[in-house]
């Protein structure tokens, strides 16, 4: 799968992706991420992105021409006007359908995915209108850029492509899979006892049966202390 990043700042994706299973992966060529930067798009002498918003108010906002052109350039089809279902397009945004892990795995059969960044007070609205496939937020709060969200897109939808986690079924009984109201639940290792305090004597026994029943139990638990929202199902699509 190819992930494509639109941005102002490219030099900020030189570090998230050199390290563990994403690193790896893009060397064994499971993906490829290729970051292009939107002032390659503009056509004066300064590289102007952004201008002052219609109707007034704060800050400045990314201008739609250079976003516009860097997407028909990278997705061709679209300069004709066709979309391919294969190649999306999503605007990171606060004001975004919320990302989740059923979403992340509605990604990850298609080809390529090209994530726009937005900066400043936001993007002019015709892209979310006229070029985005999608407006996806990573939670409710604002950050000052897309590019950690487009990060985080990456990551989480990577790591769920064949053969970019060591063992495929690693991504099957995390939290938000299998059972997507369910979180992981609380697991230990060695020492058996750290600082007085002892794992559960359940997981020290080899007994499989009342393992599964203790970890799906606790399971449950952890999720209604700090999930309460979960038990109303998974998010949609
Ligand atoms: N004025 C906007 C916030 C702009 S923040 C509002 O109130 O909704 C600038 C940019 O950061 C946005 O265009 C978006 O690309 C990115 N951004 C901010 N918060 C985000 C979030 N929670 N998820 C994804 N992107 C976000």
């Known amino acids: 799968m190819i992930f494509h990043v639109l ?15 994403i690193a790896r992966a893009k060397s064994a060529g499971k993906l490829d991420i290729r970051v292009h930067n939107l002032r390659d798009w503009t056509g004066d002498r300064h590289k102007t992105v952004d201008d002052r918003p219609f109707g007034g108010g704060e ?14 350039t990278i997705f061709s089809e679209r300069a004709t006007g066709m979309r391919d279902p294969e190649r999306r397009v999503i605007l990171l945004s606060a004001q975004g359908r919320r990302l989740h892990q059923a979403m992340a ?16 007070e936001g993007v002019d609205e015709r892209v979310t209108e006229h070029l985005a496939d999608d407006e996806v937020t990573i939670g409710d709060y604002v950050l000052s850029g897309g590019e950690v ?35 992981d639940c609380p697991q230990y290792t060695r020492p058996a006892e750290f600082r007085g305090w002892k794992v559960p004597e359940v997981l020290l026994g080899g007994n499989h049966e009342q393992i599964r029943k203790w970890r799906k139990q606790a399971a449950l638990e952890k999720t209604a ?7 109303d199902g998974p998010a949609a699509v």
């Open 225 to 231: 202390r700090l999930r309460p929202d979960l038990k």
């Open 105 to 120: 795995r509605s990604l990850m059969g298609i080809s390529e995915l090209l994530l726009v960044c937005g900066r400043y």
């Open 149 to 183: 969200a487009a990060a985080v897109m990456i990551e989480v939808v990577a790591r769920l492509l064949p053969g970019v986690l060591g063992n495929a079924d690693s991504t099957m009984f995390e939290s938000f899979e299998g059972e997507p109201n369910v979180l």
């Open 59 to 72: 800050g400045m906002l990314l201008k739609p021409e250079p976003i516009f052109s860097a997407v028909e």
């Open 7 to 21: 941005t102002i700042f490219p030099e900020y994706f030189r570090g998230p992706f050199e390290h563990g299973v």
